[in-house]
């Protein structure tokens, strides 16, 4: 087989398949930091705690209820969600029509809260999780384990299913409809507060789901959350605040640049996505795909 630079492929295609799953996850997190965004205007700090929650559920009714894997998948995303309509309609709801930065300060506050009370119960340490798809596929010049390539066609389904239903249905235009004119959608018959409200459980939802899928590969552990929301932030600026399909494509690039970059230049691999960001800000500050206000 050829090797690029000296490098082998094994060692190439590996890295590929972890960018991959990588930005999986950035995509998946920030793809429903961008929907809470864009459709509320509410900057969710609170979302890497959330994609624990998920993770933890699915250990929860696991170890407690014996529910699998794939029964998880289900019923993690919907707890959590039920959750984050209770600190919408609590919380969250009085801070619509106020400026950012209260809304930022709020959910880091809830990431304090609840991150602090994981790790009171289950101290730092993390939970294993058996993977539900053991074994591989012997490709020639790499092996793909099941559950990886799993990952990543999960992952682009739920994102792609996501965008569509936002871009391209009724229920995505009154959605967007009830951000720019409420009083108008209201004039329709529609119940816009609970619009709002299980559109911020939806995305919560799609924390939880990514923490699901997160269970097998990573312990499940109360800091996992806090490793991600970072990077997920630097996503969503280079792709641009509320963009959909910017979330998606940036959240998968980078994850692969990412990769390529423990490959090429391993010393640069932790700071290479806010050095994009920084670029991308000095060259075009709304990012990517992202609309100037």
């Known amino acids: ?25 950035y995509a998946m997190l920030s793809l429903g930091l961008a929907v809470i965004f864009g459709l509320l205007n509410v900057i969710n700090f609170a979302h890497g705690a959330q994609y624990m929650m998920g993770a933890f559920v699915a250990w929860f009714v696991l170890e407690y209820a014996g529910v699998p894997f794939w029964g998880a998948l289900i019923v993690a995303p919907v707890a959590v969600a039920i959750f984050g309509v209770i600190l919408e309609q609590v919380f969250i709801k009085r801070l619509y029509h106020l400026d950012h930065l209260y809304g930022l300060l709020l959910t880091f506050g809830f990431v304090l809260i609840i991150e602090g009370l994981f790790r009171y119960k289950f101290g730092s340490s993390g939970q294993p999780y058996d993977n539900p798809l053991p074994g591989g596929q012997n490709l020639g010049f790499m092996f793909l384990p099941n559950y990886r390539g799993f990952v990543v066609v999960a992952s682009l389904v739920v994102c792609l299913g996501t965008w569509f239903m936002i871009e391209k249905t009724k229920l995505g235009s009154y959605l967007r409809a009830a951000t720019e004119n409420p009083t108008l959608v209201r004039a329709f018959g529609i119940n816009v507060p609970r619009m709002v409200t299980l559109t911020y459980a939806f995305g919560v939802g799609l924390a939880a789901f990514a923490g699901v899928l997160a269970a097998p590969i990573y312990q499940v552990n109360p800091t996992m959350g806090s490793n991600l929301i970072i990077i997920v932030f630097a996503v969503v600026v280079i792709g641009g605040m509320g963009s959909i399909m910017g979330s998606i494509v940036t959240g998968f690039g980078l994850g692969v640049i990412e990769g390529l970059t423990k490959v090429f230049y391993p010393e640069a691999s932790s700071t290479v996505i806010f050095v994009i960001m920084a670029i991308v800000l000095l060259i075009r500050p709304a990012g990517l795909f992202g609309t100037a206000k």
């Open 1 to 25: 087989m050829f090797e690029l630079l000296g490098i082998s492929p094994q060692a190439l295609f590996g890295q590929l398949l972890i960018g991959l799953i990588n930005g999986a996850f």
